[in-house]
């Protein structure tokens, strides 16, 4: 069964740096990309950014560049966000999940088919 | 930036057919996913590539799309499809999800 599994939830305080992770089973962890949402109290689904562990490529929404960094280790498969200096701001819950790639007449589509429950950050 | 609109909430009675709409530039070029979240719950994939329907989520899910809108639609709607539906395009090498629409099922 693919699962994404997620760090524990995290109270912290502004100024303070902090790394989530997101572990992979199930799957060639190096085969697909994975992607950070972000969703803050109430709100809609916000799309951060993406790695492929195969390469450590990554590319981030234009929202977030510079704000977190996206990492992995192949060696357990696990994907990570962080944060350098916590704002009260980054109170969300943030999801990883899977992007899977298909191809039509050569054409490449994306879908995220795999999410993680979760993970609540809460700065205060 | 690549924007994608959602109604903010659309009602729909019991056994009847939601509609849920998705408008962009070009959307039906984009190959439009829609996701549903629960309360409480993590975002759950239901369309992908506009129309197709992964396995395990029932066959009254149906997408479509037409020029800059994709649609998603419920027919015979149950109280369990009560949630947040949102939906997704990949413009160049990032995702953008829509505001995602509250569907009450009254």
């Known amino acids: 069964e693919v699962q994404l599994v997620q760090s524990g939830g995290e109270v912290k305080k502004p100024g303070e740096s902090l790394k989530i992770s997101c572990q992979a089973s199930?799957?060639?962890?190096?085969?697909?990309?994975i992607g950070w949402v972000r969703q803050m109290p109430g709100k809609g689904l916000e799309w951060m950014g993406i790695?492929?562990?195969?390469?450590?490529?990554?590319k981030y929404s234009p929202s977030f560049q510079g704000q977190v960094a996206i990492s992995v280790d192949k060696s357990i498969s696990t994907a990570y966000l962080q944060w350098n200096s916590l704002e009260a701001s980054d109170t969300a819950i943030y999801y990883c999940?899977?992007?899977?790639?298909?191809?039509?007449?050569?054409?490449?589509?994306?879908?995220?088919?795999?999410w993680g429950k979760g993970t609540t950050v809460t700065v205060s | 930036s690549y924007e994608l609109t959602q109604p903010p909430s659309v009602s729909v009675s019991p056994g009847q057919t939601a509609t849920i709409t998705c408008s962009a530039d070009?959307?039906?070029?984009?190959?439009a996913c829609w996701y549903q979240q629960k309360p409480g719950q993590s975002p759950v994939l239901v369309i992908y590539?506009?129309?197709k329907r992964p396995s395990g989520i029932p066959a009254r899910f149906s997408g479509s799309s037409s020029g800059n809108t994709a649609t998603l639609t419920i027919s015979g709607t149950q109280a369990m499809d009560e949630a947040d539906y949102y939906c997704?395009?990949?413009?160049?090498?990032?995702?953008?999800f829509g505001g995602g629409t509250k569907l009450t099922v009254l």
């Open positions: 999940a899977r992007r899977v790639t298909e191809y039509n007449f050569g054409y490449p589509y994306y879908f995220m088919d795999v």
């Open positions: 199930g799957y060639n962890f190096a085969a697909y990309w």
């Open positions: 790695i492929y562990p195969g390469d450590s490529d990554t």
């Open positions: 070009r959307l039906e070029n984009k190959n």
């Open positions: 590539k506009n129309i």
């Open positions: 997704q395009a990949w413009d160049s090498s990032t995702a953008v």
